[in-house]
């Protein structure tokens, strides 16, 4: 073998594993020049046959050959590959399907042979006629069936095939719905359709299946009840849908579904009892409602006597009223009311109604309607001893009613006009002889409007009616037409005495009018604003308020309330918020405080500020009045002033009543101290007129020197004293402005007392200090301490004078309680009347001797009390046994207590 022989052989191998014929041919002579092994096993015959010339086209079936050979001849001349159907008598004489798939070669632009396969497609041709035949057949069947029937697209939703019983059901033209002319689309519901290809293809079959279909020609929808399958025709998915018009069935059954629907409605839910009895009176039949009204289960009383149910008292006339259903025939019916027995054991009343339905085989008994009237017999009771009480009502009624006929004339009163005018049988009178003359015009007007406005026309008036005084009481009137009313036959008049409401209201126009000028003519600055609006606009103010801040009326409203502030809080307000100011004020409701506002044209002004916050209507409103302070506060700085001065000249009142006193105090070690000097003058004359004598020994110079230095120091002692009062005096009288700071109050105290020692002495009162065991420490001026204490003591001296008795004591304490520093002055003086006390801190009241009181004492040790030290000072007093006062200091907090 030849090496170009094994590629050969090789490829000759391949050929014989194709299942079909490859095979070669000569283009000119259509002589086989090869064929493979193949065409022995699928035609029977040899390789060497079918090379012979004229095999091919001799053994194409007859009816194929012309055919093929035409189109071969066709074919090849386009030099591209081609195929041909056709078929071939077998070596065993039987017919075999081929397709044959050919390719011309061509070199050099010439044809020089043919080449191709033949497959075996017999099974192909034999499927594809059975399927043409089952077509033919399927499209007999649905011609001829009398169900509606579609064969469709399930894609394309194309229609492939159907049949005149589905064309009538949408009464739309062959064409036409096969979409040879027009396009139409029966379904109503495109999702209808779609769930029904989504069920076909998870089942492949779907049965009973209700959906819409539309009429072409006029829209109309019917109901159809389908059937459909899930094919697959070569390949093509395709829905078979079987259609029944189901329009007429689904409309009666509707009717008849309702129609029962409706009975066994009214029948289970029927507020009735609802009975069958047989012609014996035993029940066969009872609705749901048995229990709920007369409390007895359906199971329990089928098949008992209805008489059993009944009271005894009526079975008679029951008796009767069946016999007369039963004799009467079909349809005789009776309507009786009696009395039924409750499961309970109670009776109620039913109305009954017993009809004759023997000839209804449905029924095939005695009907009987029963209905609860127990209640109606309740409510026509109840309605009875309403009326009573109406005719109560209007005979005992503080209003008044009247009906009067179509000329104004009386023809009924209630008893009320009687006892509210004192007129007695007013019928027969004409309405206007009762009402005032000024308003007979107004009422001939509402009464007309009344009469020819028809029946239940109404008209409201107030008019004055005289009583029988011949005095006016104010009536609201509500005047009703009854006059179709065969019950009433006028036109009814509903009075009621408004005189107090009258008045009240004129008295509260009189107060709005009255609040309006007060508003308007206000000396200070009122202002509404709305709280509940963020920047708090002025809904309305004063002519005070747009002049006091240097705006037109007119600018102030809607301008938010802030614009009043200086620039820099408001900025800040505006910047952070109010909440704070906000929350404050709806805790408190109202809120007084000081303030500096800002005029128009930039300059401040002090001011006074009260708000409430108040509610109109459902909105929350703050009420501001203002007042400006620029006046005030330059008074209140005259006043301090004046105060100032006016402290000074107590103190200096206080200082001359003490100037007694301290000469004594100073006179008497200043003699002390004079008659030492004296006698050291004397001393020191001897000493120097021993000096040489020769009779003076040293020793005598000693005790001279020494008496000298003796006297000398017992002088410089008084000189001390002496000293030592100036300077307390000098602490108690100096100028009280001199800064606040911490001081020993318990130190002040003892030096107060020490210059009223004199003065206590001369009146023969003894003064006492209790020292504090702990250092009492306040803060303030000094001075202002020393003055409280000085003309507590003094007051305190001469309430012990006034008892006329010898002796008195005025003590001084010092101490703590709860954390405030607290001075009490006790005497042991004559008190303080009961008609005085009110009056004792007023400027310029005094009780005592012309010139021993300004009567401003009390009233400035108040003001430094309350105003610098910001205490409290109280009086406890006792006829004939003496007063306590007492001054309570502020708490120290640790921060502010002195160190050490």
């Keep these: 073998m030849t090496a170009n022989e094994t590629p050969q052989i090789q490829h000759l191998e391949l050929v014989q594993l194709i299942n079909g014929i490859v095979w070669e041919a000569d283009p000119v002579t259509r002589v086989n020049t090869f064929v493979s092994d193949r065409i022995t096993s699928l035609l029977g015959y040899t390789p060497e046959q079918w090379r012979s010339p004229g095999f091919w086209e001799t053994h194409i079936h007859p009816d194929d050959r012309t055919r093929i050979v035409a189109e071969g001849e066709a074919l090849m001349g386009r030099a591209q590959p081609y195929q041909l159907e056709y078929r071939m008598t077998r070596a065993d004489g039987q017919t075999m399907w081929l397709r044959d798939l050919i390719t011309p070669v061509f070199q050099g632009g010439v044809m020089v042979k043919l080449g191709g396969v033949m497959l075996d497609i017999t099974a192909e041709k034999n499927a594809q006629t059975e399927l043409l035949a089952a077509r033919a057949r399927f499209s007999r069947i649905i011609e001829s069936s009398p169900v509606g029937m579609v064969l469709s697209d399930i894609r394309t939703s194309r229609v492939l095939e159907t049949n005149d019983a589905f064309l009538r059901i949408i009464n739309c033209p062959r064409a036409i719905f096969m979409g040879e002319e027009d396009d139409f689309n029966p379904w109503v519901s495109a999702d209808d359709r779609a769930e029904l290809v989504r069920r076909l293809k998870e089942d492949r079959t ?59 409605a009214l029948v289970q839910n029927s507020s009735d009892v609802i009975t069958i009895a047989n012609r014996g009176g035993f029940l066969t039949y009872v609705s749901p409602s048995m229990e709920p009204i007369l409390r007895h289960q359906a199971d329990e009383v089928i098949g008992h006597n209805v008489l059993s149910y009944m009271h005894p008292d009526e079975h008679e006339q029951i008796r009767e009223a069946f016999t007369q259903v039963v004799i009467g025939g079909p349809g005789t019916s009776v309507r009786r009311t009696s009395r039924f027995r409750r499961g309970d054991g109670e009776y109620i009343w039913l109305e009954w109604a017993a009809t004759n339905r023997y000839h209804d085989p449905s029924v095939r008994g005695i009907v009987m309607n029963s209905r609860d009237v127990t209640e109606r017999q309740k409510a026509e009771e109840a309605l009875q001893a309403r009326e009573n009480r109406f005719r109560a009502l209007v005979h005992n009624s503080g209003d008044l009613l009247f009906v009067i006929n179509r000329r104004g004339y009386i023809t009924y009163a209630s008893e009320s006009v009687d006892s509210a005018l004192g007129v007695t049988q007013p019928e027969g009178r004409n309405i206007l002889e009762f009402i005032h003359p000024d308003e007979h015009e107004e009422t001939r007007r509402d009464f007309a409007e009344v009469v020819f406005g028809g029946p239940g026309t109404t008209s409201r008036c107030t008019h004055r009616v005289m009583t029988a005084s011949g005095s006016y009481r104010w009536q609201e009137w509500v005047a009703t037409n009854r006059i179709d009313d065969s019950h009433v036959g006028g036109i009814v008049l509903n009075s009621r005495d408004v005189t107090e409401r009258l008045e009240a209201e004129m008295a509260l126009e009189e107060s709005r009018r009255t609040f309006e000028a007060l508003f308007e003519h206000s000396p200070d600055a009122i202002m509404l604003t709305d709280f509940d609006t963020e920047e708090m606009p002025i809904v309305q103010c004063n002519k005070v308020a747009a002049q006091m801040n240097g705006y037109t009326r007119e600018e102030m409203i809607g301008m938010s309330t802030y614009a009043t502030l200086p620039d820099e809080p408001r900025g800040a307000i505006l910047a952070s918020g109010d909440a704070e100011f906000r929350a404050s004020l709806e805790a408190q409701s109202v809120m007084r405080f000081e303030s500096v506002h800002q005029r128009k044209d930039g300059s401040l002004y002090p001011v006074d500020i009260n708000l409430a916050l108040l509610k109109v209507g459902d909105k929350r409103v703050v009420l501001s009045i203002e007042r400006d302070m620029t006046a005030r506060k330059k008074a209140e700085a005259e006043l301090r002033s004046s105060q100032e001065r006016l402290l000074s000249s107590e103190k200096l009142a206080s200082l001359g009543r003490l100037t007694a006193g301290l000469a004594h105090e100073i006179n008497t070690p200043l ?112 001075g202002r301490f020393t003055q409280v204490v000085t003309n507590l003591v003094v007051n305190a001296i001469h309430a012990c004078e006034g008892t006329g008795k010898q002796g008195g004591t005025v003590t001084v304490r010092l101490f703590e309680q709860l954390g405030h520093p607290v001075l009490q002055v006790q005497d042991t003086g004559t008190g303080i009347p009961p008609e005085v006390l009110p009056r004792i801190f007023d400027p310029m009241f005094t009780t005592k001797d012309v010139g021993k009181g300004t009567g401003l004492g009390l009233s400035i040790i108040r003001d430094i009390v309350t105003g610098h030290f910001g205490g409290e000072i109280s009086v406890q007093t006792s006829i004939g046994e003496g007063s306590t006062f007492s001054v309570s200091f502020p708490r120290r907090t640790r921060s502010e207590a002195p160190a050490g």
């Design 206 to 264: 779907v049965r009973d299946f209700e959906t819409l279909h539309q009429r072409r020609s006029t829209g109309e929808q019917r109901d159809v009840l389908i059937s459909a399958e899930y094919l697959d025709i070569d390949g093509q998915e395709t829905l078979l849908v079987m259609a029944q018009d189901i329009t007429d069935r689904k409309a009666s059954e509707r009717a008849k579904a309702a129609t029962e629907a409706r009975f066994q």
């Design 671 to 782: 003699a002390a101290t004079m008659n030492y000097l004296h006698e050291a003058e004397r001393l020191a004359r001897e000493y120097q007129a021993s000096i040489g004598e020769a009779s003076v020994t040293d020793d005598d110079h000693r005790e001279i020197a020494g008496e000298l230095i003796s006297t000398l120091s017992e002088g410089a002692k008084t000189a001390t004293r002496i000293g030592e009062f100036i300077r307390r005096m000098r602490e108690h009288t100096r100028d009280t402005v001199t800064g606040v700071k911490d001081f020993d109050a318990g130190r002040g105290a003892e030096g107060t007392l020490t210059m009223l020692t004199h003065q206590a002495r001369a009146a023969n009162v003894e003064l006492v200090l209790e020292a504090p065991e702990q250092l009492v420490v306040l803060r303030g001026e000094p």
